[in-house]
Structure formats: C-alpha cells, structure tokens
C-alpha cells in the first residue's frame, strides 16, 4: 500500500531566465506537406490519421501524424476551404474562392477515406466556406454571399440540400458548427449598413436563423464548441469570444495581440488554441482567461490549427505551411514505476507550482527531478530531496511551457509537464 510521506516545503533558488518565446517556437516542428499552396483547414481523426485541405483543389491525408502526406484526387480546381470528416473514411469538404464567390462553390464526399470522391449538388454555385455534420445524415455548408444568409442543410447524407437563407440577415458566413441534430452555430460578418462581425445560432435545425446580440464586434473566421456549452470563437484585431452557457452569452477573452485569427480548436473545455496572421499561435489551458504565447518568428499567416489534446495538435497555413505540436515525444515513459506517482498543481501555474510525491518505501534523497525547455535542454536539477514536496518558483525558472523528469539514479520514475504563466 502506498503511504504518503512527510511533508516539508523547499525553495529552488536557481537564477535561470530565458524567454517562453523562445521555448515556444522549438516545439511546434516543421513537417512536409509535399505541397507549396496556401492550405486552409486540418483535421485529424486520431493521434495518426489526419487530413487537409487547401488551394488547387488540393486534398492531402497523412497515416503517420503527420511526418507524411498523400495528395488526395479531388477533380477541382478551386481552393478547398473547409473539411468535415465523421470518421477515418467518411468525410466532406468543400469550396471557395473568395474573389470568385458566385460561381466556386462545391461540396463533395468521400466514404473511402479520400480514394474517391463525389460531387454533390445543391441549390447555389456560391463559395462555401464552412462545413459541419453531427452524423452520417445530418449536416450544414455555408458561404459567401453578399446579400441574405445563405446555409444549406442535408438529412440525408448530401444527396439533397435545402437552402436556409434569412432575409433578416445579411453578410458571409466563414464558419458552421452543428452541436447536435437542432442547434447549430454560425459566425462571419456583414459589409452593410457597415463593417461588423456577427453569431448566429439556430435551435430547430436550421429552420430559423437568429442573430445573438454581441454588441459591434469584429469580424469573425472560425469557431468551436466542445460541449453543449462551451464554446469559442475568433476573428479580427485578435479577438476570441467564449461563452460557457450555451451562447447565452458570449465574453471577450484578451489574448494581447491585434493580429488577425482565422482558426480554433479546442480539445477539452480548458485547452485550446488559436492562430493567425503573421505565424501567431496561442494556447490557454484554462478555458481562455489567459495565453501563452507560442507565435512561431515567421510571417507565414496560418489559417487552420487543430487539437487533438493538450499535448497534441496541428496547425496549416500559407506556402504549404504545415506544424505539429507533440509534448508526448519529449515525456514518453510517464508511468514507468507503479510503485510511484507524482501530483504536479496548479496546472497551469501562476507563481509557482507544487509537485506531490506519493510512492511505497522510498527515501527521497535518492530522487532527483530534472526540469528541461522543450528543446531538450536541461535547466534545473535538483538532487537529493529533503521530502515529498517540492516547490518551484516563477521568478527562479521564468514562464513558459517546461518538461520534467522524477529519476531515481538513471531509472525514470516519471515524466510529465507543467506551464508556468507569465
């Protein structure tokens, strides 16, 4: 039986600054795309199946996480704005080209996992810029178009669409997102009477459209709903809004930067990222109240990002721009011993972060925890430890995202990470 041992709190008194810039932009990596168009969305199924889509009809699906791709045959020649995959074979994606809006729009499907693909029709030939299905049945496309909304809606898979337009509202509509079978969420903007952004929701399927009063608001590109509840959404001058009621009401999250963000994902209501204009990434681990900036230093504008989980994820953008995030490569072994475990709170920390050592007959002066940068460089060792807690200060190791190791001579008891806030 595991028994806890003494507690007693130890300071790290170590002076080792460096800028969570700078660890920041080692780990996202660079992969080969095998492409050199500009690439607009990314989805992956698991922790190896992936796809994405872009300019030239351009279609690419990777079986490795990423480190390979394969050009997809998609028989169209205009950018491939949005994809939409409801399992490793079934997907859609569709077609937009912004200066062409009224004659671009297309939506084809794929039930073998992009082998082959076939052209759907529906009622307008105008760009889509945004895809969603809750189901093999049930889903929403929706576009650019400058006069009445315009969303179309299947229910039977996309062999038929049914246009739900609204001659109340008026604007592009970037992106859709269906959170059930009845309710589902749109965001874009209108250039009449003026400039502004807009959400719209729909609670009965998309038979009416409502427009959720948001104050004037920038333009929006992209939004998320992890839940029933949670939900985000992101667009000009930085803005992110968030809302944890069911778009009852959306609140501004302040990210610090004035840079423009076309994509978001989230893969729990805590841990998300956003990206953009100018190679701009941020990830929040506490539903976006705060951002640690990864902003890669490129000026390659990003357009679509996707987690899979906080210690994975994927972003695509221009030039054929694409990025992996993978912390599971840095801290492989995490459970190595089963005689010990290790509680590391808060997560993410603030000023400092407690680390908890539980374990079965352990002397602790023979446990060393090593802290390193995401590059693999060591920056703190601390040696023959006087308990089971231990303490590490803000102002000794400085902020960004940081990995650890519990060694006990050259055995790892345990790796993990931890994010120290600015």
């Not at 006087?386 to 190791?405: C, P, T």
């Amino acid at each position: 039986m595991k028994r806890v041992l003494f507690s007693v709190f130890k300071s790290i008194l170590v002076i080792l600054f460096f800028a969570s810039n700078g660890v920041a932009q080692q780990q996202w990596r660079v992969l080969d795309s095998g492409v050199d168009v500009d690439l607009y969305a990314i989805q992956f199924l698991d922790a190896e199946i992936g796809y994405v889509c872009g300019d030239k009809g351009t279609v690419l699906k990777s079986t490795d996480a990423g480190s390979t791709w394969t050009t997809l045959a998609l028989t169209s020649t205009f950018p491939v704005r949005a994809l939409c995959f409801i399992s490793t074979n079934e997907g859609w994606v569709v077609t937009g080209d912004v200066d062409d809006s009224d004659v671009s729009g297309q939506i084809w499907k794929t039930s073998d996992g992009g082998n082959t693909w076939v052209q759907q029709e529906f009622s307008s030939t105008r760009a889509r810029l945004g895809i969603s299905f809750v189901s093999s049945t049930v889903g929403w496309a929706c576009g650019a178009r400058n006069g009445p909304l315009d969303i179309e809606a299947t229910t039977d898979g996309g062999a038929t669409y049914n246009s739900q337009s609204s001659a109340s509202i008026f604007g592009w509509t970037y992106g859709i997102k269906a959170v059930s079978v009845d309710t589902i969420w749109s965001i874009g903007g209108t250039y009449f009477p003026a400039l502004s952004g807009f959400i719209l929701y729909s609670t009965n399927g998309g038979n009416q459209w409502r427009q959720r009063a948001t104050g004037n608001i920038p333009f929006l590109y992209a939004l998320d709903f992890v839940d029933d509840l949670t939900g985000f959404t992101v667009g000009e001058q930085g803005a992110v809004y968030a809302t944890t009621d069911a778009g009852g009401t959306w609140v501004p999250r302040s990210t610090g930067i004035v840079n423009v963000l076309r994509s978001v994902s989230f893969s729990d209501p805590m841990h998300g990222l956003v990206c953009g204009d100018g190679g701009s990434i941020l990830r929040t681990s506490d539903g976006g109240e705060q951002w640690l900036d990864e902003s890669l230093s490129t000026e390659i504008d990003l357009n679509g990002i996707f987690a899979l989980d906080a210690d994975r994820a994927w972003a695509v953008g221009n030039n054929g721009s694409i990025l992996r995030f993978d912390n599971a490569t840095h801290i492989a072994g995490e459970a190595v011993a089963d005689d010990f475990s290790v509680i590391v709170y808060p997560v993410p920390a603030e000023g400092s972060v407690m680390f908890y050592f539980e374990a079965d007959a352990l002397d602790m002066n023979m446990i060393t925890v090593r802290v390193c940068n995401t590059n693999g460089v060591e920056v703190l060792r601390v040696e023959e430890l006087a308990s089971s807690q231990l303490v590490i200060d803000r102002r000794n190791i400085g902020h960004g995202v940081f990995i650890y190791d519990v060694l006990r001579g050259g055995e790892r008891l345990h790796s993990g990470k931890f994010i120290m806030l600015k």
